[in-house]
């Protein structure tokens, strides 16, 4: 792997795991009232066609990256709705 494909891994992995916090704070306190429906769903949208255009790429960093955290926010789009 060259150091562009490292620096792609590195920021998907940080980016990715980001949202764990979330997930799980909401998971433990069966809420979601301060996660925004909105925020949620265009973000979501957005890591749909960051995926897409990381396949189109076979970029592996990009579609990693995006298919977890799209993923993740999968869970706490259920976790929002589940709680509501």
């Not at 799980?24 to 925020?39: E, N």
């Not at 960051?50 to 993923?71: D, E, K, R, V």
Request: charged share 10%; proline share 2%.
């Amino acid at each position: 792997m060259d150091f562009i494909t490292l620096l792609g891994l590195a920021a998907a992995i940080l980016t990715t795991i980001a949202f764990l916090p979330q997930m799980f704070k909401t998971w433990q306190t069966k809420s979601a009232k301060d996660v925004s429906l909105v925020m949620l769903i265009t973000f979501m949208s957005g890591l749909f066609l960051w995926l897409i255009y990381g396949i189109y790429l076979q970029a592996l960093p990009i579609i990693l990256a995006n298919s977890m955290t799209l993923f993740f926010n999968f869970i706490i789009l259920w976790l929002k709705i589940k709680y509501r």
